[in-house]
């Protein structure tokens, strides 16, 4: 948890949404060079390049949930002991949402090489009962997420000011955590002075 915690907001970019565009973009460029300038291009050759995007994911979550955990869990030890919140329900559900993402990879790579293994492109039929089957555990799965940002949010605030919060308090923080991009460039610098020691600190 500690590499999370005093990694810099740099850092956890390029190894999120860094890694992600990069093998995004190789991947189409690959594609685009050896697919797209042909006169009568296999339809399975673009699958096959699309069975990697499962890896390229399981990097990007790796990095985003390690680094949410390690939030949640980590600045526990600077929260006053009569503060200190109660994770069992956030591990829980955190747990279901890396689960599912693994299961969700497993089935898209499982789809992938079936269908190229068998040479022939899914039904379309066959795609929306895979994806009608799976919209409970995806919902439930939504919750989980929007639940675990909702925690690591008032964990950090709760470490900030060092007192108990309210939605109100910590309202900015779950924003700029749902979108990870730009929040982590205002966040993690914060976490950063929280692990030194340098307190009180102030967002806004």
């Known amino acids: 948890m500690n ?51 499962p890896l390229i994911m399981l990097i990007f979550m790796g990095i985003l949930f390690g680094w949410q955990w390690s939030v949640a869990v980590g600045l526990q030890e600077f929260i006053p002991e009569e503060i200190k919140m109660k994770l069992t329900r956030f591990k829980v559900f955190f747990i279901y949402s890396v689960g599912y993402m693994l299961s969700f990879m497993a089935l898209f790579y499982i789809m992938f090489q079936g269908t190229l293994v068998n040479e022939m492109i899914p039904e379309s039929e066959l795609m929306v009962g895979y994806f009608a089957a799976i919209i409970s555990f995806h919902l439930l799965a939504m919750f989980s997420t929007f639940h675990s940002l909702y925690i690591v949010a008032k964990t950090f605030k709760t470490a900030e000011l060092q007192r108990e919060v309210h939605f109100s308090d910590f309202v900015g923080e779950f924003f700029l955590l749902w979108f990870f991009p730009i929040g982590i460039w205002l966040i993690q610098p914060k976490i950063n002075k929280l692990i030194k020691g340098e307190l009180p600190i102030k967002l806004y």
């Open 3 to 53: 590499l999370f915690l005093k990694a810099k907001h740099w850092q956890i970019f390029l190894l999120t949404y860094g890694i992600m565009f990069l093998g995004q973009l190789i991947l189409m460029s690959y594609v685009i060079v050896n697919v797209g300038i042909q006169e009568e291009a296999n339809p399975l050759e673009i699958f096959e390049f699309f069975s990697y995007f």
